[in-house]
């Protein structure tokens, strides 16, 4: 096991060098699948993201009503990842959200190190770049800024940026009216599989427990972004998660064997199906794999609010009302810190038989 302190990508980035170090370069297998993401992003053959507009979901119209609905549930049974329009969060706020975000970033990097965090000794929540802790010893090209959002009482506003001035009152309405957009899509989510309106969502913990955690990511210029990730393939495990970013291409979705690189819709918020929602579905909704990439010309920001069940307090398992005879559960019961450490392992398992 390789465990060293990892450099910060923003100054390896700003450093000029021409190569990148060896553990950002991704294993052969991987690297022909990795193209030029602007290139990637313009192509309009093949499967695309969907697209949801959310405008008509409460529409008086029952007809109008339901399409609407049964759309978005299409595309969480097809794709698990949309593009969500007219979520009702405004534009101003969004805006307000990303240039606090930025304006933090925009700190030099030794100002962003006071809000370091110590993964050693357990201190997630700061600002943070990914340890090369795995058997592999990859890393990926980003760093990050990690901060549990909501319930309000359970986040510590003591290690939240404090510049700039603005982001605590921007980034706290942001997620209280990202809990609303999250209590509507599991309730919707929940009439999809034929339950009451409010299953979903007692499922995961409801409102005293569902926890939102906010994750910025920072991938900064990269001089070789056909050998590097942003962020390596994976599926998030939490219930929902939400994305916003600052309209340069990256994020890639692996759909029917092939990675489709999703397009820049503005006003959006990407939202993905969780693992949690996948295993509480019986499989229904899917999780579905996804990455980054990077690239030469421009810093590429993203606002990922993770919506998760408590660590240990929940059982997750399929419903027993979609699990059937014929639809037998296709997941064994786990805490959510189970389902962590689960994928952990696995994951552990999968590069020990690559580094052979
Ligand atoms: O940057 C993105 O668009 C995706 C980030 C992501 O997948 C994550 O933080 O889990
Ligand atoms: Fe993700």
Same mark, same amino acid.
């Given at each position: 096991m390789v465990t060293t302190v990892a450099p910060r990508v923003e100054s390896l980035s700003s450093s000029g060098i021409q190569s990148i170090p060896k553990e950002y370069i991704r294993p052969q297998e991987e690297l022909t699948s990795i193209g030029n993401v602007f290139e990637e992003e313009k192509k309009d053959e093949g499967p695309q993201v969907p697209t949801i507009d959310l !405008? %008509?979901?409460?529409? %008086?119209?029952q007809l109008v009503r339901e399409n609407c609905r049964a759309e978005l549930i299409r595309a969480a049974k097809e794709w698990g990842v949309m593009h969500l329009v007219?979520? &009702? +969060?405004?534009d101003g706020l969004i805006d307000r959200v990303k240039k606090a975000g930025e304006a933090f970033f925009d700190l030099p990097v030794e100002e962003k190190e006071r809000y370091a965090n110590d993964q050693a000794s357990g201190k997630i929540q700061g600002y943070g770049s990914k340890l090369a802790n795995n058997v592999s010893g990859q890393l990926e090209w980003e760093d990050y800024f990690f901060h549990l959002v909501f319930p309000e009482e359970k986040r510590? $506003?003591? +290690?939240? /940026? !404090?510049? /700039?001035?603005s982001y605590i009152e921007v980034t706290s309405e942001y997620a209280r009216q990202l809990r609303a957009l999250a209590t509507k899509i599991l309730s919707l989510l929940s009439l999809g599989l034929g $339950? %009451? %309106? &409010?299953r979903l969502e007692k499922e995961v913990g409801g409102l005293e427990e569902l926890l939102l955690q906010m994750k910025i990511n920072y991938y900064p210029r990269c001089p070789q972004p056909e050998l590097a990730l942003g962020v390596e393939a994976h599926t998030d495990i939490s219930a929902l998660t939400f994305i916003l970013h600052n309209m340069v291409p990256g994020l890639q979705l692996f759909y029917q064997g092939k990675w489709v690189t999703a397009k820049c819709v503005p006003n959006s918020i990407i939202m993905h199906i969780g693992d949690t929602v996948e295993i509480l579905s019986n499989g229904k909704y899917k999780s579905i794999l996804h990455r980054g990439l990077v690239n030469k010309e421009k810093v590429r920001i993203s606002w990922a609010v993770f919506c998760e069940p408590p660590k240990d307090k929940i059982i997750l398992k399929p419903l027993p009302e979609v699990v059937t005879e014929a639809e037998p559960a296709l997941f064994p019961p786990r805490t959510f810190a189970q389902h962590i450490e689960y994928k952990l392992f696995r994951k552990s398992q999968e590069e020990a038989t690559i580094s052979k």
């Open positions: !405008k %008509e979901v409460d529409s %008086e119209d007219n979520h &009702g +969060i405004s510590d $506003l003591s +290690i939240w /940026p !404090k510049t /700039p001035a $339950l %009451e %309106e &409010g």
